[in-house]
């Protein structure tokens, strides 16, 4: 019952903290602390609810279990990264995008490719992972290599939706003022069309970062060299080391809010000029 009560007490406090802070100035220091606030408050309940409960530890381990496991598997975990997201999944996010980047401008330079390879595209991109997973693993093999296929085929279509919506995204009388200045489609593109569409661009890219870590950790569980988050959280379900489990969401989760974030701040950098960045600051 003490740890129960400690659950409800953390809540109470955390809740009215949270409504404390949502009426305040909404400085950067408020935006940070009412998230920091929320996950601490989540975390402290789970871990009275499971100790008030005695909950068995396959079914959910405590976050104090999982942060035990994490501490004493530090060179598995930093293993199964290296595997995961730096060969997997950043590789394929990087080949993926920038051919995305690409395949868009040739689209948006000949119409007739839009007219035929966007409805294949999205017939593409609504293929189901955990079928097109197996197939390529059986292309490229069991290595990282495979993982980063499934990547590629995953970000590719979000990403080239929306470049080619964003380079679309100038008017025409903008561009018939690029055509009153003699600037040649290079210079349209590089001076014009690119910067409008640079918020297309980087919603694409933040759609993409959780995309690329989705897909090379389901990607792992059709075949992978004994390694990589996906074969660990496989595996570890096997053997009912659940805590193990949870320490490689763990990771997931900050690598993937680290990767989305870095990006959304390299948008703020970029697209300052934009409504909604200015909107927020």
Known sequence: MGWLLFALVVWIVGWSL????SRRPATALVRLLMPIVFGV???AIWEGVVRGL???????PAPSAIAARFAASTSILWEDFVQTVIKGALSGYLLGCGAAFLTAVFIDRFPFLRRGLLPVGNFVAALPIVGMAPILVM????D????AAVVVVMVFFPMLVNTVQGLQASSQMQRDLMQTYAASPMTTLIKLRLPMAMPFIFNGLKIATTLALIGAIVAEFFGSPIRGMGFR???SVGQLALDLVWAEIVVAALVGSAAYGGVALIERVVTFWHPSQRARS
């Open 144 to 147: 990282w290599q495979s993982k």
């Open 54 to 60: 005695d909950i068995s530890a396959v079914l959910l």
């Open 233 to 235: 959280i496989s595996t």
């Open 41 to 43: 408050t989540l975390i």
């Open 18 to 21: 949270n409504v404390w802070l």
């Open 139 to 142: 292309w490229f093999g069991f």
